[in-house]
């Protein structure tokens, strides 16, 4: 967190200068996963702020600086049951026993989006923003959470936990795009769905992040 509010406090900064009209803090949840047909859905939080610079008409743009928690489940993986020696156990019947494996990913962002707005005017001061733009992110921390994996030894078996970004062959890099629209009120207040889409693979097994989430923004407006 202490990463998030400096690389947050640096963006804020450097951007001071783009004449930027609002400041935007943005906080929302909801699912991520990944493309993999396999994975299970987990929960997302995104938390921060970013600068909106309006343009001609009613378009605008708008960088902003994130943490964003993404991740995904891979839950019932039927696995093979070993003894210590990693031999496979067979029932009476000469059938191989299997247990199941569970496994629990979330990987922490500082997300980085340059979002290109268009705000539709439904009556005075309320808006429909639709938004669309590209996105880059670093991971800076996380976990995988192993349950019943039979190819460990000893307590490992029943759980275990590992640095996600420390894995072989995990990408720490991440991009695509976001898109989203959210209907805004007073000139203050914004609620929208968003949705980021990831062209980098996660790791080695060809595996992208999505995720959807809901959004609360407050609009600060700092300049004409």
Do not use: C, W
Request: charged share 25%; proline share 2%; glycine share 12%.
């Amino acid at each position: 967190m202490k990463q998030t509010a400096l690389l947050l406090s640096l963006f804020l900064v450097a951007f001071s200068s783009v004449s930027a009209q609002r400041i935007n803090f943005k906080v929302g949840g909801g699912l991520a996963s990944h493309y993999d047909g396999s994975a299970r859905s987990i929960g997302a939080l995104k938390l921060g702020a970013s600068y909106e610079h309006e343009l001609s008409g009613n378009f605008s743009i708008e960088p902003g600086a994130y943490f964003y928690v993404k991740g995904y489940e891979d839950k019932d993986e039927r696995v093979f049951m070993r003894d210590q020696d990693g031999n496979i156990l067979y029932d009476d019947e000469g059938n191989a026993r299997t247990g199941l494996k569970n496994t629990s990913t979330n990987a922490n962002y500082i997300e980085i989006p340059v979002m290109f707005n268009y705000y539709l005017e439904v009556s005075p001061l309320n808006y429909i923003q639709f938004s669309a733009g590209p996105y880059v992110a670093y991971g800076v921390g996380g976990n995988r959470k192993v349950r019943g994996d039979t190819d460990k030894e000893d307590a490992e078996r029943f759980f275990y936990t590992k640095k996600i970004f420390n894995e072989k062959g995990v990408n720490r890099f991440d991009g695509g795009i976001s898109a989203g629209v959210a209907y805004e009120f007073s000139r203050m207040f914004a609620v929208g769905v968003e949705a980021d889409f990831g062209v980098f693979n996660f790791n080695s097994d060809g595996a992208k992040n999505i995720s959807g989430i809901i959004t609360f923004s407050y609009k600060l407006r700092v300049g004409d």
